[in-house]
């Protein structure tokens, strides 16, 4: 039981100082816990961090409490991602940025449990408001290394949707697939997330003046690498331990 206004959670006899939530439900019940703890300790919300009708609510409790909700995303955990980030001079290698490439795309179906994927009223949307955020993230965070500041504006949004293997429709009404196109300043980004795909890829494509880098995370089978593609010269390649985010 938590005292209103208090961080210590009472359980018995005990007392539990509480440093921080991280939400492990769905997207329908973040705005909630958000609202019950934010004034208490930091919130950490996993992705999609709301429904899309409870974005206005949320930028109010924003507002109220400034540096306190935090989106969370498991996949700027990667070896690869992480390694980028502490070695600064692979980014400067490829020049200005020009074009953003993200895909993280699945072959496999849905995990059994996890079916609610599928409902808007449960997760705001499909797989592709599952997923694609992850992309977004990782786009963001990179531009920002760039010290690209300016808003990303969505231009255009693909929707897609799968059947099983059987030939059987999905139960549900969410899409399996979304990608979204759009600028930030004068930088096109090209970003898309879902199941039902052909091949399974979890990276970003980063286009600059000086030549290409790929920043491929890993999942569970696959091991995460970095390829940088000069304009002119040798093509480097660091690959990392499986294991992925």
């Given at each position: 039981?938590?005292?209103?206004?208090?961080?210590?959670?009472?359980?018995?006899?005990?007392?539990?100082?509480?440093?921080?939530?991280?939400?492990?439900?769905?997207?329908?019940?973040?705005?909630?816990?958000?609202?019950?703890?934010?004034?208490?300790?930091?919130?950490?919300?996993?992705?999609?961090?709301?429904?899309?009708?409870?974005?206005d609510e949320l930028e109010q409790l924003v507002t109220i409490y400034p540096n306190r909700i935090f989106a969370a995303d498991c996949f700027m955990d990667s070896d690869a991602f992480q390694f980028v980030l502490h070695n600064k001079t692979l980014l400067t290698s490829i020049g200005d940025l020009m074009v953003v490439n993200g895909r993280l795309v699945e072959s496999n179906p849905i995990e059994p449990g996890r079916e609610w994927l599928l409902d808007p009223k449960i997760g705001g949307g499909g797989l592709g408001m599952d997923i694609l955020p992850?992309?977004?993230?990782?786009?963001?965070?990179?531009?920002?290394?760039?010290?690209?500041?300016?808003q990303m504006i969505v231009q255009e949004v693909t929707l897609g949707r799968y059947v099983t293997d059987s030939g059987e429709p999905l139960i549900g009404e969410g899409e399996t697939y979304m990608g979204i196109h759009g600028r930030v300043g004068n930088i096109p980004f090209f970003l898309e997330g879902g199941k039902g795909a052909d091949t399974v890829y979890y990276g970003v494509t980063l286009k600059g003046t000086r030549g290409l880098l790929e920043i491929m995370n890993g999942t569970d089978k696959h091991a995460p690498y970095i390829q940088i593609i000069p304009e002119d010269g040798t093509t480097q390649v660091y690959t990392f331990p499986l294991g992925g985010v």
């Open positions: 039981v938590a005292e209103a206004g208090s961080s210590v959670i009472h359980m018995g006899d005990r007392e539990i100082k509480v440093d921080g939530i991280i939400t492990a439900v769905p997207p329908k019940d973040h705005l909630e816990i958000a609202k019950l703890w934010v004034s208490k300790a930091p919130v950490l919300l996993e992705k999609p961090i709301v429904m899309p009708h409870e974005l992850h992309s977004l993230a990782i786009a963001h965070h990179l531009l920002q290394e760039f010290n690209v500041t300016e």
